[in-house]
């Protein structure tokens, strides 16, 4: 294993909360932020189609197959191990609810970085987007220096 691939390990966790479910209610959101994993494509592509019909900012455009999917995780652990990509999923409740991402850049532009995030529209405004924010930016420090 290279130094730059030993912290990362597929779904590993990286932290687990609680979250208000709504305002005045006593019910929790069991929320868990972790890497991917290869057996992560159909709850993956389960979420990106889903919010594709709740938001017009995301990246993509028209759902995505199984195989896309596949492949889009692939290639993430694959980043992730290289340092050149963080993805963290929300796993909330028992689904993946919430993803987020962090591309390093290239070659002149690799102290550059594009950020994005993804949100089911009902766990929205409770502090989950913006603690995976945090957390994307602390993993993204730990990776360059790693590199």
Not at 42 to 59: P, Q
Not at 67 to 84: C, D, L, N, Q, V
Not at 92 to 105: E, P
């Amino acid at each position: 294993m290279t130094r730059s691939s030993a912290w990362f390990k597929p779904g590993k966790l990286i932290e687990e909360l609680y979250f208000d479910s709504d305002k005045g209610k006593s019910k929790k959101l069991h929320v868990i932020l972790r890497y991917p994993k290869m057996s992560d494509v159909d709850h993956a592509m389960k979420f990106f189609n889903s919010v594709i019909s709740e938001t017009e900012f995301l990246r993509l455009d028209k759902k995505v197959t199984r195989e896309e999917e596949s492949k889009w995780i692939r290639e993430a652990i694959h980043g992730m191990r290289k340092a050149k990509k963080i993805v963290i999923f929300a796993e909330i409740n028992g689904s993946i609810s919430g993803s987020g991402n962090v591309d390093r850049g290239e070659g002149a532009a690799s102290h550059t970085g594009t950020l994005g995030i993804s949100l089911r529209d009902r766990y929205t405004n409770k502090g989950i987007g913006s603690r995976m924010i945090q957390l994307l930016m602390n993993e993204s420090l730990k990776s360059v220096l790693r590199s």
